[in-house]
């Protein structure tokens, strides 16, 4: 039997039995309820109001119940912490609640009262959101006291003398950051066809080995898909005519089904492509398997790291980051691309290196796919005439235009005073 909420999506309810809903009224469970409740509020032109007045005087009790249970539909939990709708009262247990995305709490802090801003100074999570703290240090209602209590949090949070560190960072990255800086460093004079040392390699390999060995048998699969990789002429046809697959082979494949299956099942051989036809690298890269593939992209080129860093295997993405041949000119184009993984974006600023790279920094504000916790932690780093920019691009969050827009109007309030 489908659940009352259900009905009401689908618009199976009369409309007296709707106006019972938007009063709470119904006789559900308060969990549904209160999720009626907000669907109505945002999708409902006729009872919407009524529902919206009823959320605002909904049973303390009830209200914090839903508010602190991670369990509760991620919609409810984004209107409850909405600033137009937010209940003081129930702001401690929606901060701590872990299915409140970081990003609705980054713009609640955009705008937050001062009483909101203590609260949210209390919480643990806050405390230790670089991104968040960084929105709310931009906060125009901030007391000056609370200015300094945001900065000292800012301040215990950058232990690494990093330029921006990342909340959400890989658990194993902490342990390596400095050691692969410094040999990013080291080969940064490298050129692209110098050779990098197999030891290189094996440490990656060996820390990896828990992703390597669930992913070994995972195929090459780019984010975004292989039409756009080299473009339609990087796909050739053999050559040579005569060496075409004869018209019999399909048969013999059909012939025996079983085994086909069981050598699809194995783990895909480096084979070199048949005689009188020509490879590209997509092909190339379609013949490895992960481990194969990470070995490309930490000694391979530019061509196949623009490839692989594509690559829908996380482990072999951040292979390429951790290439010694990386070129500061190639993380640029790799900040600004919308075709990789989110874990690549938010591994890019955890290195040193990167970050001292400015356009690299305002790249990965204005690509859309950055995470928006990252975005708004960059920001603080751009120029003026950047953050103008970013607060009229139409791609971005509107969360970051927002926030572009305010630290735009003051920093040219900043020089006008001078």
């Known amino acids: 039997m489908p659940r009352t909420i259900d009905l009401i999506r689908a618009s199976k309810l009369p409309s007296n039995m709707m106006q019972f809903a938007a009063k709470g009224a119904l006789s559900v469970p308060p969990d549904e309820n209160i999720e009626i409740l907000v669907y109505l509020a945002k999708h409902n032109k006729i009872f919407g109001d009524l529902a919206r007045i009823t959320l605002a005087g909904w049973d303390e009790k009830a209200s914090l119940a839903a508010a602190s249970n991670p369990q509760t539909p991620r919609e409810v939990l984004d209107y409850l912490v909405a600033p137009e709708n937010l209940r003081p009262k129930l702001l401690p247990a929606l901060l701590e609640n872990p299915s409140v995305a970081a990003s609705e709490l980054a713009k609640f802090a955009i705008s937050a009262s001062q009483e909101s801003i203590d609260a949210m100074l209390q919480s643990p999570r806050v405390r230790a959101a670089e991104g968040i703290l960084n929105v709310l240090r931009s906060n125009p209602y901030l007391k000056a006291e609370q200015s300094s209590a945001v900065a000292s949090l800012l301040n215990a949070t950058q232990t690494e003398p990093l330029l921006v560190p990342v909340a959400g960072r890989e658990p194993h990255v902490d ?37 390597i060995a669930a992913e070994r048998d995972k195929p090459f699969q780019p984010v975004g898909g292989t039409g756009d990789l080299l473009g339609a002429d990087s796909f050739p046809v053999s050559e040579n005519k005569e060496t075409a697959e004869p018209a019999d082979s399909k048969q013999k494949t059909v012939a025996a089904p079983g085994a086909a299956s069981a050598a699809a099942a194995r783990p895909k051989p480096a084979v070199n492509p048949p005689p009188g036809q020509r490879d590209n690298t997509v092909q190339k890269i379609n013949r490895l398997d992960v481990k194969g593939r990470i070995q490309l992209a930490m000694k391979g080129n530019k061509e196949e790291r623009s490839i692989l860093i594509r690559d829908g295997t996380k482990v072999v993405a951040l292979a390429v980051l951790d290439a010694p041949k990386l070129s500061d000119g190639e993380v640029e184009k790799f900040a600004l ?20 790279n400015y356009i690299v920094v305002r790249n990965l504000v204005a690509n859309p796919r950055t995470p928006l916790d990252l ?25 970051v235009r927002k926030l572009a827009l305010k630290m735009y109007k003051q920093k040219l309030d900043a020089a006008n005073k001078k």
């Open 175 to 211: 342990h390596a950051v400095a050691a692969s800086d410094a040999a990013h460093e080291l080969a940064a004079a490298a050129s692209d066809e110098g050779e990098v040392p197999d030891e290189t390699i094996s440490v990656y390999l060996a820390e990896h080995a828990t992703e």
């Open 337 to 356: 691309q919308k075709n990789v993984l989110e874990a690549v974006l938010r591994q890019i600023p955890l290195k040193r290196r990167f970050m001292k």
């Open 375 to 399: 975005g708004l932690g960059l920001m603080k780093h751009l120029l003026t005439q950047d953050l103008k920019n970013i607060s009229a691009n139409k791609e971005i969050s509107e969360t």
